[in-house]
């Protein structure tokens, strides 16, 4: 199968703990990677492999897996998360092309 | 500073080809595959094809009878050309380089580099 699904909106109190998660076949054998969008900007990638966060990266963000289920937490949220959060992954069928989640929306309240 | 530049034409008529290149200023060109993605206005995140130094390329089933991808080695620049085109390509095209491990236990690919990005629009 080659679709990650993401509920398509999640809201988090200034200081909270936020998950957001991205479920596909394609999970099974390979980690996703996490990218942040903030309106009119391109993504920045906040989380790749098992959980390695890119250089600049805040350590409040965090990856984990389990099963066909990739998860992306923030501890202690603060305002500048709010974004458009991706995940992605390679197609587990062909292995040749990627499939981008659908997209969570991250509301800081 | 700019690490990945890419500039095209942003506004096509239905039935043109669109042509965008990005070229790129940071680290070592080959090693590593370069890809095209885009985003529709309002929408989600497309992946189109990559190519690496050789010209090896991947493709989008959904896109692959209207992309090619081409590398000038020489420039340090790939190329994507989309044929074709309807209001329905309309989107923010973005070029990135692929990092990836593998063979892994788990494998994982990322895109850790992107453009700024380059509008289109496909309207009559």
């Known amino acids: 199968s080659s679709e990650l699904t993401q509920d398509p909106a999640v809201s988090v109190a200034l200081g909270q703990t936020v998950r957001i998660t991205c479920q596909g076949d394609s999970l099974r054998s390979s980690y996703a990677s996490w990218y942040q969008q903030k309106p009119g900007q391109a993504p920045v990638l906040v989380i790749y492999g098992k959980n390695d966060r890119p250089s600049g990266i805040p350590d409040r963000f965090s990856g984990s897996s389990s099963g066909n289920t990739a998860s992306l937490t923030i501890t202690g949220a603060q305002a500048e998360d709010e974004a458009d959060y991706y995940c992605n992954s390679r197609d587990s069928s062909s292995n040749h092309f990627y499939v981008f989640g659908t997209g969570t929306k991250v509301t800081v309240l | 500073q700019v690490q990945l530049q890419q500039w095209g034409a942003g506004l096509l008529k239905p039935s043109e080809t669109l042509s965008l290149t990005c070229a790129v200023y940071?680290?070592?060109?080959?090693?590593?595959?370069w890809s095209w993605i885009r985003q529709p206005p309002g929408k989600g995140l497309e992946w189109i094809g990559e190519i690496n130094h050789s010209g090896s390329t991947n493709y989008n089933p959904s896109l692959k009878s209207r992309v090619t991808i081409s590398v000038d080695t020489s420039k340090n620049q790939f190329s994507l050309k989309l044929s074709s085109v309807t209001a329905a390509d309309t989107a923010v095209y973005y070029c990135?380089?692929?990092?990836?491990?593998?063979?892994?236990?788990?494998?994982?690919?990322?895109?850790?580099?992107w453009g700024r990005g380059t509008l289109v629009t496909v309207s009559s």
């Open positions: 990135a380089r692929v990092r990836y491990a593998v063979p892994a236990a788990t494998p994982y690919w990322y895109f850790d580099l």
């Open positions: 940071v680290g070592s060109f080959s090693g590593y595959y």
